[in-house]
């Protein structure tokens, strides 16, 4: 679209002990040219996740410590200049190349926030689905938005949009507040599928105890947006 080849884009890759992905990922964009800058921001990591940064000379922005997903995306959005920014996780690895799915199908003129849908893949992961199904239903009751995957981390929107539902909530409900707030104020919604690829949460003991607390984070979040 010749809009969306008129402006800057900048990524934002919050990024906890993810040296083992986020070489393929910086690779993988490195070969778009409508990415103006990539912002990635170490939350407190033990590993040589910054170390990869330097390497792939992007902007690197360090916190002291682990603050979680959500003070890693707004600490992105404050090193940000672009007219829009993409939210991208750092394990998405060489499949990033398909962000630029999400920037063809940015709707000319409109405040819009553009979400990646995943290949879905029978017998993968080990979980029921009810978060999914959770963050649906509070994502379509609250912010009036029908959504594939609520819980997709991989967004396009304008900056200046996602700072005007500045502070995000910190934890796995964080998409959900996204959804919720985004839906309130008008913003449209475009689902592009991709095939996007990145790690999932197995039915094993640590992985029943990561779903447990994404669910637990999901309602929190849901009755925190319902009284907003």
């Not at 003129?109 to 999914?132: E, K, Q, S, T």
């Not at 996007?196 to 003991?205: K, S």
Request: proline residues 3%.
């Amino acid at each position: 679209m010749e809009y969306i080849r008129t402006v800057t884009i900048d990524v934002i890759i919050p990024a906890h002990n993810e040296e083992i992905y986020l070489a393929k990922t910086l690779e993988a964009l490195s070969s778009l040219s409508e990415i103006s800058n990539v912002i990635v921001v170490d939350d407190g990591s033990s590993d040589r996740t910054s170390d990869v940064a330097k390497v792939h000379k992007v902007k690197l922005v360090t916190l002291r410590r682990n603050q979680g997903k959500s003070a890693a995306l707004m600490a992105g959005v404050r090193e940000a200049s672009s007219e829009l920014v993409l939210m991208l996780d750092a394990d998405v690895g060489e499949t990033a190349i398909e962000v630029s799915k999400l920037i063809d199908a940015y709707p000319t003129g409109d405040d819009a926030c553009v979400v990646a849908l995943f290949p879905v893949i029978p017998g993968r992961g080990g979980g029921m689905g009810l978060a999914l199904r959770v963050a649906r239903l509070g994502s379509r009751l609250l912010g009036g938005w029908q959504m594939t995957a609520p819980l997709s981390g991989q967004r396009l929107l304008r900056r200046t949009t996602l700072e005007s539902i500045f502070p995000l909530p910190y934890g796995f409900g964080l998409e959900t507040a996204m959804n919720v707030r985004l839906g309130r104020a008008n913003v449209r919604l475009v689902e592009v599928q991709t095939q996007m690829d990145h790690r999932v949460t197995q039915n094993d003991l640590r992985g029943r105890i990561h779903r447990a607390k994404q669910l637990t984070h999901l309602v929190m979040a849901i009755i925190r947006e319902s009284f907003q």
